[in-house]
């Protein structure tokens, strides 16, 4: 089991950037794949990005190519989101999300552990 904590939300202005990041516990990080998933009231959870355990792969959510932009670094256990030109429609609870199977990593059963998620709010 991983522990996740999401950091980084918070509001910002259309058009504006934020950097999330998502501090996993355990020696065991680079095993795991993580994904970033987002939420707004009501709504169904969203795929946002994901990445392989290795780095190698990185996959995004249609709405956010080319905006998003995710990492990670297996020496300090954090997965990072890089958002840029914020659209009002994506203040959401932003969720990081770990897995250790190969996939599918836009499907929420895919992972196994969640953060509590941190809230962002883009104001026009």
């Known amino acids: 089991q991983v522990q996740l904590v999401e950091s980084g939300g918070g509001l910002v202005q259309v058009g504006g950037s934020l950097r999330l990041s998502c501090a996993a516990s355990g020696r065991t990080f680079s095993s795991y794949g993580m994904g970033w998933f987002r939420q707004a009231p009501g709504k169904e959870r969203e795929f946002v990005a994901a990445i392989r355990r290795n780095g190698g792969s990185i996959y995004y959510g249609d709405s956010v190519k080319g905006r998003f932009t995710m990492s990670r670094d297996n020496v300090k256990n954090t997965v990072y989101l890089q958002m840029n030109s914020l659209k009002p429609e994506e203040t959401d609870d932003y969720y990081c999300?770990?897995?250790?199977?190969?996939?599918?990593?836009?499907?929420?059963?895919?992972?196994?552990?969640w953060g509590q998620g941190t809230q962002v709010t883009v104001s026009s």
């Open positions: 999300a770990s897995t250790q199977r190969g996939g599918p990593y836009s499907k929420m059963p895919t992972y196994g552990d």
